[in-house]
């Protein structure tokens, strides 16, 4: 059974950074891609960052240059690196496990000042 955990979010002010972790169990996780995704309220979900198993990555146009996705295969983990944050970043996080299709619970993000 795959479990995605993730931690990490919280209240940042504008401009600050924040490092959301997604730990994984029941996969094999260095052979599979990864992603991060969020959702606003009354909003739909969004992707925000993908990376291949080896280490290739893709970005949403809103986080593209601010965001950085990366992996620790020894640690079964990926991280997402979130710098210059805007209140528009606001939305709770999700890390998803496209094989098998497994999402983690979530993680609030609120940019405020």
């Known amino acids: 059974q795959v479990q995605l955990v993730e931690s990490g979010g919280g209240l940042v002010q504008p401009g600050g950074s924040l490092r959301l972790s997604c730990a994984a169990s029941?996969?094999?996780?260095?052979?599979?891609?990864m992603g991060w995704y969020r959702q606003a309220p009354g909003k739909q979900r969004e992707m925000v960052a993908l990376?291949?198993?080896?280490?290739?990555?893709l970005y949403g146009d809103s986080v593209q240059g601010r965001f950085a996705i990366s992996r620790d295969n020894a640690k079964n983990t990926v991280y997402l690196q979130m710098n210059s944050l805007k209140p528009e970043d606001t939305a709770v996080y999700y890390c998803h496990a496209p094989v098998p299709g497994s999402w983690g619970q979530g993680t609030q993000v609120t940019v405020s000042s």
């Open positions: 990376i291949s198993s080896g280490g290739m990555s």
């Open positions: 029941g996969m094999i996780f260095s052979t599979n891609s």
